[in-house]
Each structure stands twice: as structure tokens, then as C-alpha cells.
């Protein structure tokens, strides 16, 4: 892994010194098990060969300093008074802040000491895009707190610590897909997950298909989308339906069949979530046979059926993501695309015949600004390994 040259220079610019480690921690894409983690189903998330990057250096006193390099911004609190989300000098916390301020505060409570530090923070990953910029940020203090402090957490609690700062920091209900991805990434694989009982494995994609990633270049933001009102929807629907179904706690409990007797339960907009959520747990643990069984078009086909119920049923797509899918399925060589993510913006995540992905890019974005108007963005990324830290320097 080899930092971004910027990353180097504007520390030892900043702090007049070098960093004595650099953290990195990818985002992901998400290929099938759209909305599902929260629900306890399945996932298959792929760490892509985009990072938050992070270069530390500890200082001897219980101030972390962190240079958002992106933003030309920089922070300093003292991470053993967070509760306030305030700075050393009393003021409110910039909001990108609750991230590192909240990871700070999540270890703490789960009784993992921190030392201060000056950091510099980069990111390759696009902010509100679907990528998981904010999970990567996350993971990247996480790791960088437990090298430079000197304990040791396995990679799944700390990936659930990331959450918790997520969700009782930051105020979003994510799931723990993100934090999962960003942690445990497998070069050239896909991540199959079960979101109740933890176990994982590694999917290798076929070698003759590329993963293209488009973007809207629409954002949003996950605190402020629709988000946690879909995450209570489905709560919900498992209070429901739990009076007729006793032994479920999760919608991943429900069965395809038992769905449709007892769908009518439900009140409409409740029905179309739990809907999605319940049939896209079935078609996850399709899909995974299918990547399997190396069977790439019915995968692909998966995707797409996954991706008009997410727009559908779920209703967390937009018309500009809508138009990339659209487009993406009828050129030569893709065989699946859906948006990737919270959804309301951001990218879409296509699976395209290694041959044809140049002329894919090229079409894509050339009809998305025929009919949209604007300018998408495409990366073809590679699936990346998981978060790490590289020794950097002397003390
Ligand atoms: C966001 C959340 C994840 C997951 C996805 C939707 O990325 O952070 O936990 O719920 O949306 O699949």
C-alpha cells in the first residue's frame, strides 16, 4: 500500500514532524442485500481500492489534533471529555468530526484506553456517494487508535465499536455492513456476511469481470435522508407480523411464503418495505450460489430484480440513478447494475464484461449526460483488502 505523496508532505508541513504510522481503510460497494443488514439478513459487500487515509503521530497529552486535508479544516479535542461534541476551546464540533470524536468515544465506553495525537486525514473515497466514506473514516481511527495506544480488538468488535459511534454518536441507524466491509476486506473477493450470526466468507469475482462504480454526482446525507425512518418502518412490520409469526425478531426471520399470507397486516407503506427486505434476503442467498457456481448472468440478473424493488418497493432510489441503471443494462457486456448503499443519490455499482468495461465507462457516461444533463463519474475498481496500519518513521 503506498500513501498518497500530499498525505506525507502536508504532515510534515503541519506538525513539523513525520507521522509515526499511516492507517488506510477502504470504502466498499455492495453488490446484493440492499437494506438488509439492519434487519439481521445477508450481505456481499466488496472493499473496493478506495481509502481513507490517515497519518498519526502520538503527542504526550489527551488532545487528538486532526487536519481534514480535504476540507482545509482542522480539529482538536480532548478525547475524555466528547459527551458535548465540543472542541478544546468550547466551540461545536464540525460535523465531519463526530466521526473520529465518536469512534474516540465508542472505544472509551468499552473500556479500550486512547492516547492523543496529531493526524492528517485524506480520503479517495467520495464523501455521500453510497461508498461508505464515513464507515472508511471510522475504521481508520479505529485502527490508528489501537496501534498507537498499543491494545489489541479483534477486527469484527471493532468493526461493531465503528457502529455504535455511528449510531449513538452520530445518530445514524446503519447496519454493520460498512464498518464489516471496510475491516475484513479480501483482495479479488467479494464479502458474504450474515448480519445475525456474524460468520463470513470470501466470494471470489471471476476474473474476466470488472466492477464499474458510476456516480450521480447527486448526494445526500445519510442523517438527513429517509434513512432511519426506513429502519423504523421495518421494526415495525416485525411488531406486526410477530403477533402472527411468534418466532420472529428480525424481518430476516420471515419466510418468502409466510410473508404473502400474512402481508395484509400490514399498512401499505409498511407492507412495500418489509416487502423489499423480506424477498431480498431470499434473492442474497440466490445470488451467492450463483457467484458461486461462477453462474455470473443469473447473479447479475439478481442484481438488477434487487435493484427495482429497492426503487419500488423500497423507494430509496432517484431518477438520476434510475437513468444509470437503465442505460448500464443495455449496453454490451453488463451483466448487473443497481445502486449501491443508503441509496437517494450517489453511485451505482455494475458488473461488466472485463472486454467491454472501457466502452462501457465511455457510453454510460455519455448517455447519462444526454438524458440527465450531468456529468456521472466512473471508477473501475478493484476488490481491496481490509483496513491496516503501515509503521511509518521513528518516534
Ligand atoms: C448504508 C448503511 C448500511 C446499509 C446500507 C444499505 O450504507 O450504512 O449499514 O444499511 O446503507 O444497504
Known amino acids: 500500500m503506498i500513501p498518497p505523496d500530499h498525505l506525507l508532505s502536508s504532515f510534515a508541513n503541519i506538525y513539523q514532524q513525520p507521522p509515526t504510522l499511516i492507517a488506510y481503510a477502504p470504502g466498499r460497494v455492495n453488490l446484493i442485500g440492499g437494506h438488509t443488514d439492519y434487519n439481521d439478513g445477508w450481505v456481499l ?218 402481508q395484509h397486516l400490514l399498512p401499505p407503506v409498511i407492507r412495500r418495505r418489509a416487502e423489499h427486505v423480506v424477498r431480498e434476503c431470499a434473492r442474497t442467498l440466490r445470488g451467492v450460489e450463483k457467484l458461486q457456481a461462477g453462474d455470473v448472468s443469473s447473479f447479475g440478473a439478481l442484481m438488477i430484480e434487487g435493484n427495482a424493488s429497492l426503487r419500488d418497493l423500497y423507494e430509496v432510489s432517484c431518477p438520476e440513478l434510475d437513468a444509470l441503471v437503465e442505460i448500464a443494462t443495455s449496453l454490451p457486456g453488463c451483466f448487473g447494475s443497481r445502486l449501491t448503499g443508503a441509496g437517494f443519490g450517489g453511485c451505482t455499482v455494475n458488473l461488466v464484461e472485463q472486454a467491454h468495461a472501457e466502452s462501457f465507462a465511455h457510453e454510460l457516461t455519455a448517455e447519462y449526460k444526454v438524458r440527465v444533463g450531468k456529468d456521472a463519474t466512473i471508477w473501475i475498481c478493484q476488490a481491496a483488502e481490509g483496513a491496516g496500519v503501515i509503521e511509518w518513521g521513528s518516534e
Open 45 to 262: 459487500p466488496v472493499a473496493i481500492d478506495r481509502y481513507a487515509w490517515l497519518a498519526a503521530r502520538p503527542s504526550s497529552s489527551d488532545i487528538a489534533t486532526i487536519h481534514a486535508l480535504d476540507l482545509d479544516e482542522s480539529v482538536s479535542f480532548n478525547i475524555h471529555q466528547l459527551d458535548d461534541k465540543i472542541d478544546i476551546k468550547n466551540r461545536p464540533l464540525p460535523k465531519w468530526a463526530h466521526y473520529p470524536a465518536g469512534v474516540a468515544w465508542s472505544l472509551q465506553r468499552n473500556n479500550l484506553t486512547l492516547t492523543g495525537f496529531d493526524a492528517a486525514l485524506t480520503s479517495t473515497v467520495p464523501v455521500g456517494s453510497g461508498l461508505s466514506s464515513s464507515a472508511a473514516v471510522e475504521v481508520a481511527f479505529a485502527v490508528t487508535w489501537e496501534a498507537i495506544t498499543g491494545w489489541q480488538a479483534d477486527r469484527m468488535s471493532l468493526a461493531q465499536l465503528c457502529q455504535s459511534a455511528e449510531n449513538q454518536y452520530v445518530g445514524v441507524n446503519s447496519g454493520l455492513m460498512d464498518q464489516f466491509a471496510s475491516m475484513h476486506g479480501v483482495v479479488g473477493n467479494a464479502l458474504f456476511f450474515d448480519c445475525r450470526t456474524l460468520e463470513w466468507e470470501p466470494v471470489p469475482l471471476p476474473e474476466n469481470v470488472a466492477l464499474v462504480i458510476a456516480d450521480t454526482t447527486v448526494r445526500r446525507t445519510l442523517g438527513d435522508s429517509a434513512y432511519n425512518e426506513r429502519r423504523a418502518a421495518c421494526e415495525e412490520a416485525v411488531r406486526i407480523l410477530s403477533d402472527h409469526l411468534p418466532n420472529i425478531t428480525a424481518l430476516r426471520d420471515v419466510e418468502v411464503q409466510d410473508f404473502e399470507t400474512h
